[in-house]
């Protein structure tokens, strides 16, 4: 199993451009996640969904748009981007919990995309 | 604001020491869970903890919950230079997707 994938790895953007990051997990988990990850801080969420053909907004969700095709992929895109986009992006999936409704276990993550907006 | 907060920020021990890290939450929760992320990769979960549990090992980890006091605490007994590496606590909002992290305790076990 590969686990949680992300392309690409790294990618240099100038500003107003767009771009689709690719995240893909093998594991059959129900739930997907985008975040990003800026120096000194914790992850905070952009999107995240709970089935193929569901999103939900995170806590920083703007200037992101995804999308939940198939069950296995789920795509961060930036339509314009602006250098406060450059970050560290981590995507991550996991199975549904089973200690009641809305709850899930832990989470894999991907290794990483690496966005910097000149 | 940010639910879960890490308690040092930063802390370097020797070899063979015991390391302990302490994260603070502000609302109810269903479960918290630790992460260890190693520079420049992505996150490792370490271990789960639900809100009804009250202390869990897992190897060298030992993590407690007091949702009294709404803290967690991570112990790494035996430390290793290996175990160099960030270390995240998250937690799991009741009736909520949504996983808060904290700042982070970077720690570094020298050899």
């Known amino acids: 199993n590969a686990g949680v994938t992300q392309t690409p790895k790294f990618r240099v953007l100038k500003t107003g451009q767009s771009m689709t990051l690719l995240c893909a997990q093998d594991?059959?988990?129900?739930?997907m996640y985008w975040y990003r990850q800026d120096p000194g801080m914790g992850l905070r969420l952009i999107h995240y969904?709970?089935?193929?053909?569901?999103?939900a907004k995170g806590e920083v969700p703007d200037g992101y748009n995804v999308s939940r095709l198939k069950k296995q992929n789920f795509l961060l895109g930036l339509e314009s981007a602006a250098p406060s986009q450059t970050s560290v992006y981590f995507c991550?999936?996991?199975?549904?919990?089973?200690?009641?409704?809305?709850?899930?276990?832990?989470?894999?993550f991907g290794p990483g995309t690496r966005l910097t907006v000149l | 604001s940010q639910q879960g907060e890490e308690d040092p920020q930063a802390l370097s021990i020797q070899e063979g020491e015991n390391a302990t890290m302490n994260c603070s939450y502000k609302?109810?929760?269903?479960?918290l869970q630790w992460y260890r992320q190693n520079s420049g990769r992505g996150l490792v979960h370490l271990i789960l903890?639900?809100?009804?549990?009250r202390e869990k090992h897992s190897g060298r980890l030992r993590v407690t919950l007091d949702t009294s006091k709404k803290s967690s605490s991570l112990l790494i007994t035996a430390s290793r230079a290996a175990d160099t590496a960030s270390y995240f606590c998250?937690?799991?909002?009741?009736?909520?997707?949504?996983?808060?992290f904290g700042a982070g305790t970077r720690l570094f076990v020298k050899a």
């Open positions: 991550a999936s996991s199975s549904p919990g089973t200690s009641g409704p809305q709850t899930y276990n832990e989470q894999f």
């Open positions: 594991m059959n988990h129900e739930y």
């Open positions: 969904s709970v089935g193929e053909g569901t999103t």
């Open positions: 609302t109810s929760i269903n479960n």
């Open positions: 903890i639900r809100s009804n549990e």
């Open positions: 998250a937690t799991a909002t009741t009736g909520g997707f949504k996983t808060i």
